[in-house]
């Protein structure tokens, strides 16, 4: 029941070792109640107009990569002096900032405490549910897609159980309910059709400006260290 453009994936070609089961991209989660209109790039954590009011994720990837994306370079770039750049314009961003966070921005943003926040689509979705006035937009240099996956380890107890599970998880309608609960998008397409609030899959044009997340090897020593030192900051 797998789309296509998930039976393929790029962190395990054919499909395999794991079962995508949810897929989401990051973006820009706004009060639309508190700004004029959307924001419609990352450099919108650079405007002091809503300083204390903004939130970036508590995280190394989806921080320094919204960054590279900003400047129209690869959210898996190792180039040193594209990753300085991504660090300037994060520490030009930091004063504006509340706080990095991830877990709590969901019930800051439906507060009203936060304005605009950096934030996983399903995440975002899940406080439309309960707040109409929020808002959610991937900006237009580009951003992540990403997805969750199963997988059964080699060492398992029980993987006729496990398989099993997997099988219920890509039924349809089990596929669907999963979508509306979460907010987050599913890879199956035969479920497509049976969800409420799920997002439709990307276009050739979205696709475009959106990357997965690769193993960086050896630069992940870099990223360590540049973000470091802008939480240090």
Known sequence: NLAPLFADPVWDPGGVHSVPWGW?????????????SAPDSWGV?????????????????????????YRGRSINSVDPSELADAKRDALAAKPNLRA??????????????IWLAQLWSGDAAQAMAERPEIGFVVPKEGSMI???ALVLLRTAPHPRAAHAF??????PEVAAAIADATGYGTPNQAA?????????????AELERLEYQRDLGEGVQLWDRIWTEIKAA
């Open 100 to 113: 990095y966070a991830s877990a709590p921005v969901k019930s800051q943003l439906i507060a009203g405490d």
């Open 24 to 36: 989401g991209t990051t973006g820009i989660a706004y009060r639309k109640d508190r700004l004029p």
């Open 146 to 148: 990403f997805a969750d």
């Open 45 to 69: 954590f650079h405007d002091a107009t809503y300083r204390g009011k903004m939130t970036m994720l508590d995280d190394v990837r989806d921080v320094i990569g919204c960054f590279l994306r």
């Open 166 to 171: 997997i099988d219920y998880i890509l039924r």
């Open 192 to 204: 497509q059709a049976l969800t409420r609030r799920a997002p439709p899959y990307p276009s050739a």
